[in-house]
């Protein structure tokens, strides 16, 4: 049986939030100001910003800035297509 790396470990750790599956199904749908994650996630300012630094660390969200305002948005990386997927799949559950 292969062993799972560190960064397989670290996406693994990103994708087993309830928080954190909010925020990528959040920007799934349209890149948002982590004030604007904080709201639709329900948590605190504070604590999305902790939640947006694993998704950034794992290469799954990036900032883009306009002006004064930072939106984070999905990467096109594989780490960010499999958190997607992995997100989306609870809705076939909740069906």
């Not at 996406?11 to 100001?33: D, F, G, M, Q, S």
């Not at 605190?44 to 910003?49: D, F, I, L, N, Q």
Request: proline content about 3%.
């Amino acid at each position: 049986m292969r062993r799972l790396g560190h960064d397989h470990e670290r996406l693994l750790n990103a994708a087993c939030n309830i928080t954190r599956v909010r925020i990528v199904r959040a920007l799934a749908e349209t890149p948002l100001a982590a004030s604007d994650l904080a709201r639709v996630v329900g948590r605190t300012p504070a604590a999305t910003s902790q939640h947006i630094r694993v998704l950034r660390d794992v290469n799954a969200i990036e900032p883009t800035r306009s002006g004064n305002i930072v939106r984070y948005r999905l990467t096109r990386e594989l780490s960010a297509q499999i958190l997607v997927t992995f997100a989306r799949s609870f809705d076939a559950v909740s069906e």
